[in-house]
């Protein structure tokens, strides 16, 4: 009777360890497209200046990876401007797996600010998508 109990408690831990690394496992990547991603916002140097630092990268070599789009909003939440993301203005790259930099919005200098910064990634028919809401932050 004890060896029946002391097989069936075993068997139960085993399977329960293995569910448990499995399930670890699926969280490595944040999705099918990206790896790995952050934003930032701080002051800059200038009069109204913020300073958005991002990375975003994706699992391999994407079309398309980068921040789609700034959202940005006063400290009450009030919506000030969009910046849409663009190889032009350096949020998004083509054809690589990082996309990392610093990008520099004027505001009203003395003001608290903060984003929902989207940043993404594409490869091949595989899109996905992720939203960050940045501190806030008072202009200088």
């Known amino acids: 009777m004890r060896k029946r109990l002391f097989a069936f408690i075993f068997s139960f831990a085993l399977a329960a ?3 448990f ?29 913020l300073r958005f630092s991002y990375d975003v990268r ?9 921040v789609s789009s700034i959202v940005l909003y006063n400290s009450a939440g009030v919506y000030m401007t969009t910046v849409l ?3 032009s203005n ?4 083509s054809n690589c ?3 990392k930099d610093t990008y520099s919005h004027t505001a009203v200098s003395g003001n608290s ?6 940043v993404f990634a594409q490869i091949g028919d595989e899109y996905d998508s992720r939203k960050i809401i940045t501190d806030v932050v008072t202009a200088p």
């Open 17 to 19: 360890s293995l569910c």
């Open 21 to 49: 690394s499995i399930s670890f496992a699926s969280e490595n990547r944040a999705s099918k497209t990206l790896s790995f991603y952050s934003v930032s916002c701080r002051a800059g140097s200038k009069s109204g200046e």
């Open 58 to 66: 994706a699992n391999t070599t994407a079309d398309s990876v980068g």
């Open 85 to 87: 993301g663009s190889t």
């Open 90 to 93: 350096g949020l998004i790259d």
């Open 97 to 99: 797996v990082t996309c």
């Open 113 to 118: 600010y903060y984003a929902a910064v989207t």
